[in-house]
């Protein structure tokens, strides 16, 4: 069965950095594009970033983009999200995505705050 399994997530303080990671099983990886999400509290869930299946594409939300990198290991079934100069706005529960048969992972909860 599919498992998108994130890790990575944590408290930082603003101005920090963490580095998401989804393992990917279940499917052939290098197939599919790949994105991460993220729900704040009250809030609807929203795209953060996306990369095709080769990673040759990305897309990000404007209000991460310049600080935020999307990557993908094809050899190891794995898709990062790199974050930079994080934000109190920043904090949600941040879910990886495929787009084989639109699955979800569990989430891994991101805290900025000092």
Request: glycine share 14%.
């Amino acid at each position: 069965q599919v498992q998108l399994v994130e890790s990575g997530g944590g408290l930082v303080q603003p101005g920090g950095s963490l580095r998401l990671s989804c393992a990917a099983s279940g499917f052939t990886f290098s197939l599919y594009g790949m994105g991460w999400y993220r729900q704040a509290p009250g809030k609807e869930r929203e795209l953060v970033a996306s990369i095709t299946s080769n990673g040759g594409s990305t897309n990000y939300a404007d209000s991460v983009k310049g600080r935020f990198t999307i990557s993908r290991d094809n050899a190891k079934n794995t898709v990062y999200l790199q974050m930079n100069s994080l934000k109190p706005e920043d904090t949600a529960m941040y879910y990886c995505w495929s787009s084989y048969r639109g699955s979800w992972g569990q989430g891994t909860q991101v805290t900025v705050s000092s």
